[in-house]
């Protein structure tokens, strides 16, 4: 079962984008697998609460420029 774990900053994506990459992710791994892969594949989209990780030693928080806009 092919499994993929994709980190974000909170806020920085759409469900509609979240939906895309997940689709997108899934097609790929099928690319490599088989279609048998298709149904076994999770994408998996965790979104990381700003300040909740470091960036070159600073805490990092998505600017406002880069959150999605639903």
């Not at 909170?10 to 997940?22: C, R, T």
């Not at 076994?40 to 600073?58: F, Q």
């Amino acid at each position: 079962m092919p499994f993929v774990n994709i980190k974000t900053p909170e806020g920085a994506l759409s469900q509609g984008q979240k939906a895309e990459i997940a689709h997108r992710t899934t097609e790929m791994l099928v690319e490599y697998f088989t279609e048998a892969a298709r149904p076994h594949t999770m994408v998996l989209i965790e979104e990381v609460k700003d300040g909740g990780y470091t960036r070159a030693d600073e805490v990092f928080t998505i600017p406002q420029e880069y959150r999605a806009k639903d």
